[in-house]
């Protein structure tokens, strides 16, 4: 059996996915990326699930985008259901990149409140960008439900996936706006805020609306 070039390069840059370097690492998601081959779409979907270093890990996201979505589809969409988090949370930001809208099925309501914060992160990210014409009130009512839950980070990106859902998230907002829960308020009217003032920031939002919750007032009282 004869070893061509292209094959010696296949098993050299698979090989290099793997390296204990990152350095190596990236470079071989990049030469992946740069030479795209169905031999490396398993490999990318797998490395992804464990590669400790971010910058990699978006150099792999990279490489998958730059293959055929029926190749990387099937793969990413089993990763979705993982008992590892970063297999989750890597796969749904991996679909938020390529953006075929045949992935939607899979952002379930389990993963759009997933326990693990950065899941539920590109969970809500993932399901902004892949939600059809028409769903985007009804998960408007979902991403709701998570108001309030976090750091400062998950909530900036709670408040950004709404957010870009448009005026179809007013009516779940408002409602969270009268929520018993105090953080839930404070959060809704962050987003609210937010929405009305893009560049406002989000921090001074969240005090802001912490100040209206203390002092017993929903933000939606007339002048």
Do not use: N
């Not at 297999?87 to 390529?98: D, F, M």
């Not at 914060?117 to 399901?127: F, H």
Request: aromatic letters at 4%; hydrophobic letters at 40%.
């Amino acid at each position: 059996m004869t070893v061509t070039r292209q094959d010696t390069d296949v098993i050299r840059a698979l090989r290099g996915l793997e390296d204990s370097r990152s350095s190596v690492r990236l470079r071989a998601a990049l030469a992946v990326g740069t030479t795209p081959d169905p031999r490396f779409v398993d490999k990318l979907v797998e490395r992804s699930a464990v590669e400790p270093e971010f910058y990699v890990r978006d150099m792999l996201t990279w490489a998958l985008t730059r293959h055929q979505v029926s190749l990387t589809l099937p793969g990413l969409l089993r990763e979705v259901r993982s008992k590892r988090g970063q297999a989750r949370s890597q796969a749904l930001h991996t679909l938020s990149k390529i953006g075929d809208r045949r992935a939607w099925p899979a952002i379930t309501r389990t993963l759009l409140s997933d326990a693990d914060d950065e899941v539920a992160r590109s969970a809500w990210r993932a399901a902004v960008v892949l939600v059809p014409e028409g769903e985007e009130s009804a998960l408007a009512s979902v991403l709701v439900t998570q108001l309030g839950r976090g750091g400062r980070e998950t909530r900036l990106s709670l408040s950004r996936a709404l957010i870009a859902l448009g005026e179809v998230i007013c009516p779940a907002l408002l409602t969270a706006t009268t929520a018993p829960d105090p953080r839930v308020r404070a959060h809704a009217l962050a987003t609210q805020r937010l929405s009305r003032d893009p560049d406002a920031g989000f921090e001074s939002a969240i005090e802001e609306a912490k100040r209206v919750v203390a002092l017993g007032g929903s933000g939606q009282e007339g002048p």
